[in-house]
């Protein structure tokens, strides 16, 4: 957009108002003024969903140490998993931490996403909880059981009940949301409860009995940094910034875990000595481990083709789709390609 009068124009003006506008063009040429703003608005600032759970709060930690600029990531703390899928269907988000199986399910609903990073593998992690009276498995049978209406709620339930070769009809699902998970087992109102960390070491601390997790089921469970493939060519710098970021504040908490702690226990309500417990069975890659994930044919892709098969056996998707335009590794340090 042309800010200043051609030579023509500019003769044709009177000369008052020659001068008033030669004012005004140099004016905004100093100052970017609103002619220059009205050409080209700035980019809006990746907003990026996810809830309270030790492998996302890489990126909390990254914001609190200074490596994220709000003006091009927005950090967005949502409750649930179920709240994550409603605003990216909405539109309120560009990106979103989730897990392997909410991916798929986002896309079988016609959300384009893109995994751009692995944020942690859960091995044990993930765990269904249980009161003190219940010792085995089998004696879930009968009992009612909080599941949150999620797609990693689901996996871990029927993974459980597999365990416990129970029938889903032999005991009964309670539908919660994760962050009451001490709450329901506190009122009474479940006899176990499927979660995860930081609420899984909550409810040992109040007495509960870890029956089952997810090492039982490896590489079952996998999140990921999720993208809206409409976004990634306008957002590639702030997508890069955020993946650094989460792999810098990785370093940190290896090399400065007291500090890391410190920072990272107010959003996972715990007591800085209660935090490495958060992340204990969190595989957490790095740079090059998720380079290697995430090439063709490693365990990344393992681990789509599996959680599928489930996902489709157990009623949760209508049909195995395409993964071939999945990954997409270049905001990687180092390196990486799209596919």
């Known amino acids: ?30 100052s970017g003024g609103p002619w220059l703003g009205a050409c080209s608005e700035p980019l809006s600032p990746l907003r990026v969903g996810a809830i309270v759970f030790p492998g996302y709060e890489l990126m909390f930690l990254a914001r609190d140490l200074g490596l994220l600029d709000e ?36 896309r079988a609903d016609g959300i384009d996403l893109r995994v751009v990073l692995v944020f942690d593998v859960s091995a044990g992690a993930d765990a269904v909880l249980a ?11 009968g009992k009612r059981i909080g599941v949150e209406d999620s797609a990693t709620g689901v996996v871990m339930f029927d993974a459980l009940l597999a365990a416990a070769q129970l029938r889903v009809d032999q005991v009964t699902k309670v539908a919660i949301t994760v962050d009451r998970s001490l ?8 006899d176990a409860v499927v979660t995860f960390e930081p609420w899984a070491g909550r409810l040992e601390s109040v007495g509960a009995v870890r029956l089952f ?18 976004f990634m ?13 989460h792999l810098s504040a990785r370093r940190h908490l290896k090399d400065q875990p007291a500090d890391a702690h410190r920072r990272l226990a107010p959003r996972l309500q715990l007591r800085p000595s209660d935090v490495a417990q958060a992340f204990r069975g969190l595989d957490l890659p790095d740079a090059e481990q998720n380079r290697a994930m995430l090439r063709a044919g490693g365990r990344f892709d393992h681990a789509v083709q599996t959680i599928q098969k489930l996902m489709v056996e157990g009623g949760l998707l209508g049909t195995a789709a395409g993964v071939a335009d999945l990954v997409d590794a270049r905001f990687l340090p180092g390196g990486g390609t799209a596919r």
């Open 1 to 30: 957009m042309e800010t200043r009068a051609t030579p023509i124009e500019d003769h044709a003006l009177a000369g008052p108002e020659r001068a008033r506008r030669r004012a005004l063009v140099w004016l905004a040429a100093l």
């Open 213 to 230: 997790d997810s090492k039982a089921v490896p590489e079952r469970i996998v999140d990921v940094l999720a993208v809206r493939a409409e």
């Open 233 to 245: 060519a306008s957002h590639a710098a702030p997508l890069r910034q955020l993946v650094a970021a």
């Open 183 to 190: 709450d329901v087992y506190e009122d009474r109102e479940v």
């Open 131 to 141: 009161h003190p009276a219940i010792r085995s498995l089998q004696e879930l049978a």
């Open 71 to 106: 003006h091009q990531v927005r950090l967005v703390e949502l409750v649930s998993s179920t709240d994550t899928l409603r605003a990216l269907a909405a539109g309120r988000l560009e990106a979103a931490a989730m897990t392997i199986d909410e991916v798929m399910t986002a």
